[in-house]
């Protein structure tokens, strides 16, 4: 079938992007479902930095590539061996298919899939095929997705099935920042009732963040940006108090006010830097947690003898350490709730046509969410 889609060509080009144009809108020529893969109506996508890294060309993928990964849409139709989706169904997509076979998988560790990991970095399904082409030439897809597209084929492990009565824009961002940020809170640090918290980094994740160490109960959520405006965004939703994290003096001003530091400190943003204040600021025996994708090769040093005399720990969080088909339901029942506002971190909607404009505003820092409707 032939379908509209947002496809990069060329890695690294230069800003505003409204002008250079990395991404155009191609007709493609989509396959059919293969074994084990469900035809997807796209219904609504959200821009991620997983996706302005590809295009700024921080995190290399192949080209051409067609982008887009936090969506969710309607199933349309299934291929050979497909039993637990049918047409009709609400689903989410999630950028980690987890294959159920290698040793991180059998040990419910599907956000470190092996065989994801390879087919992701390749550009492919789960199963190493690609379905999309423009004439004989073939578009990779990016991180099993593709979502900004008005259809997808993906592997069947690249889905959430949602029950629930709720609008594909609501439900968008489950599949990356929600489960990244609200993850990371409840899966990798485990953070219990009562602690202190802080967020460095306010993007979609860093919020998602903010909001789930709410949720869990934390007795203060503290926020770092460097921007101001997502500062307020974040006291709007519910932060204790707001710092600027490139202000001169920084960690040593939070320290004091916090009496050392925090029991947990998430850092979100992917940069060096913030991850350097992130650890700063987390107290002796506490525990530092990174969702960041830096540069691949950027690294962080850290005084050793923290890990030691402080007992400080550093963990990373990948898709947070989520087991999606079972956390994304429980997530979608606490925004039910009222207790994960998951729908007040979309900033801005825009059309397929305007993604360069959105990427800019994307990388501006400015706006935390930008979804793209296709209804």
């Known amino acids: 079938m032939k379908i509209r889609s947002a496809v990069l060509r060329k890695l690294g080009a230069s800003t505003p992007y409204k002008e250079s144009q990395p991404i155009q809108i191609e007709e ?55 039993t637990d989706f049918a047409k009709g169904d609400q689903v989410i997509c999630v950028f980690v298919p987890s294959c159920g076979e290698c040793v991180p998988c059998q040990e419910g560790r599907p956000a470190l899939c092996e065989r994801a990991a390879k087919s992701n970095e390749a550009g492919t399904l789960l199963n190493g095929d690609i379905r999309l082409h423009n004439g004989d030439e073939k578009i990779y897809h990016h991180i099993g997705v593709s979502a900004f597209s008005d259809y997808a084929v993906v592997s069947k492990q690249s889905l959430v099935k949602v029950t629930e ?21 409840a899966n990798t640090a485990k953070v219990p009732l009562g602690s202190s918290v802080a967020v460095v980094g306010l993007g979609g994740v860093g919020l998602s963040a903010l909001l789930g160490a709410i949720a869990a109960g934390a007795r203060e959520v503290v926020a770092l940006d460097i921007n101001d405006q997502k500062l307020v965004r974040a006291a709007e939703l519910g932060a204790t108090a707001t710092y600027r994290s490139d202000e001169a003096g920084i960690i040593d001003r939070v320290l004091e006010e916090t009496n050392g530091g925090f029991d947990y400190v998430f850092e979100t943003a992917g940069v060096v830097p ?46 947070g ?55």
């Open 28 to 82: 493609l020529e989509l396959d059919a479902p293969g074994r084990g893969e469900v035809l997807v109506k796209i219904l609504a996508a959200s821009l991620c930095h997983s996706d302005l890294s590809v295009v700024n060309g921080s995190r290399p993928r192949p080209v051409p590539m067609a982008l887009g990964h936090e969506a969710a849409g309607v199933v349309m139709s299934v291929g050979e061996g497909v």
């Open 165 to 185: 009565d709720l609008t594909a824009e609501q439900l968008a961002l489950f599949g990356c920042a929600v489960i990244t940020g609200v993850g990371a809170v």
């Open 274 to 319: 913030a991850l350097e204040v992130a650890y700063a600021i987390t107290k002796r025996g506490g525990v530092t947690t990174t969702t960041g994708l830096p540069d691949p090769k950027a690294t962080f040093a850290l005084p050793y003898v923290t890990l030691t005399a402080s007992e400080k720990t550093l963990k990373g969080s990948y898709v």
């Open 321 to 375: 350490s989520a087991v999606p088909r079972r956390d994304i339901p429980h997530y979608i029942q606490l925004m039910k709730a009222g207790k994960l506002p998951v729908d007040e971190l979309i900033a801005k909607t825009i059309r397929l046509e305007e993604i360069n404009e959105g990427f800019d505003l994307l990388a501006s820092g400015e706006y935390t969410r930008i979804l793209i409707s296709f209804e």
